[in-house]
């Protein structure tokens, strides 16, 4: 590698994501800040079964990771209608919900958390729910953007929460939204996109694994660099925060699996954008790929440790997209042999 690339890459990593630093953000482009190297050519298999209820006029995608309570089956997603003016983008929609008995038929019943009042932080859009299980209560992350629409490579993102006594709701706004806010400052990896939370709950901490994406424009005329998205990390001591980022890009890819393993560890598909690799890391943070991985688009998983007293797991079902313009699909996990 040449000795000028590999000094800017260990430099920026250096620099902290909360901050006032600046630098080149077309270094970006290059920057690998784990090893993808797999230890054998295994590949973790992710394969498409059907559609979850399929129709015409509108898109359901960005699904959250889906829990079971009281022998049902809940998963919520963003639903954006053909007339609305980011389809089939989800930043315009809102997040919905469905239940199953089996995981293979769903039935969708409603919409659980409306964009925000006129004016709000949210009011452009609520989308990219994610779901966490808490002391008896129930959160959904999302992440919303506000109106006016700027272009498509301009716009900025926060992530909110919502809490409830019950998988079906009613869901109330936390007060302190949002609890994730994008830095702004050029280059850096959360500077302009924050999205796809995913919930651990570690060492009697919430974990929020979340999908960071650079500015290349300024603070004042934010710009995305698209191809680029991170996944990165945020803790707290408690689901309503304040969250406290960490300093560290943790991989590669543009929707964020992450999950609890058995061994204690943490698991994480690096999806599209990303190496296409099954990672794992033994404290959270720094992870090592283990397996290739065929591509899934905006997956999610089916989550025992909400309902298992917080234990590990190997994935074994989800959801996806087909593709951008196809809704959701339930996808099935094909480990290799060991």
């Known amino acids: 590698m040449n000795k000028f690339i590999l000094i800017t890459t260990v430099l920026l990593l250096s620099i902290p994501v909360i901050g006032q630093q ?12 784990v090893d993808t190297k797999v230890p054998s050519e295994k590949t973790l298999e992710i394969v498409l079964k059907e559609p979850l209820m399929p129709e015409k006029g509108f898109l359901r995608r960005d699904s959250s990771d889906i829990i079971r309570v009281n022998g049902k089956y809940y998963i919520w997603y963003t639903k954006v209608y053909k007339d609305q003016s980011s389809f089939p983008e989800g930043a315009a ?20 958390l409306p964009r925000g009042d006129a004016g709000c932080w949210d009011d452009a859009g609520v989308y990219t729910p994610n779901i966490l299980v808490y002391k008896g209560k129930y959160y959904l992350g999302y992440t919303a953007s506000k109106l006016p629409f700027p272009d498509h490579d301009k716009y900025t ?3 909110g929460m919502a809490v409830s006594d019950s998988p079906d709701g009613p869901w109330k706004k936390l007060g302190n ?5 994008p830095s702004l400052t050029p280059g850096t990896p959360d500077g302009i996109i924050v999205d796809d939370t995913i919930f651990i709950v570690k060492e009697g901490k919430i974990w929020m694994y979340y999908k960071g994406n650079p500015n290349s424009g300024t603070v004042e005329n934010p710009r995305r660099t698209f191809g680029n998205t991170f996944l990165l990390a945020a803790t707290a001591e408690r689901p ?10 943790l991989h590669r890819g543009h929707e964020g699996v992450v999950w609890k393993t058995e061994d204690g560890g ?13 990672m794992h890391s033994t404290n959270g943070v720094d992870f090592k790929a283990v397996y290739k991985l065929t591509t899934p688009k905006a997956p999610s998983i089916y989550r025992p440790d909400f309902e298992e007293g917080n234990k590990g797991f ?25």
Request: hydrophobic share 30%; glycine share 10%; net charge positive.
């Open 177 to 181: 939204n949002p609890v994730i806010k």
């Open 266 to 278: 943490i698991g994480s598909l690096a999806t599209s954008r990303g190496p296409l690799r099954y």
């Open 157 to 159: 993102s926060a992530i």
């Open 240 to 249: 309503e925060g304040p969250y406290t980022k960490l300093n560290k890009v």
């Open 22 to 33: 600046k630098f080149d953000g077309k270094y970006w482009s290059s920057l690998e800040p």
């Open 93 to 112: 929609g809102s997040v919905w919900y469905a239940t199953s008995p089996d995981g293979h038929q769903w039935e969708e019943r409603g919409e659980c």
């Open 314 to 338: 190997r994935p074994t079902w989800g959801v996806s997209q087909k593709s951008k313009r196809v809704g959701l699909h339930r996808m099935e996990f094909v480990w290799p042999e060991e």
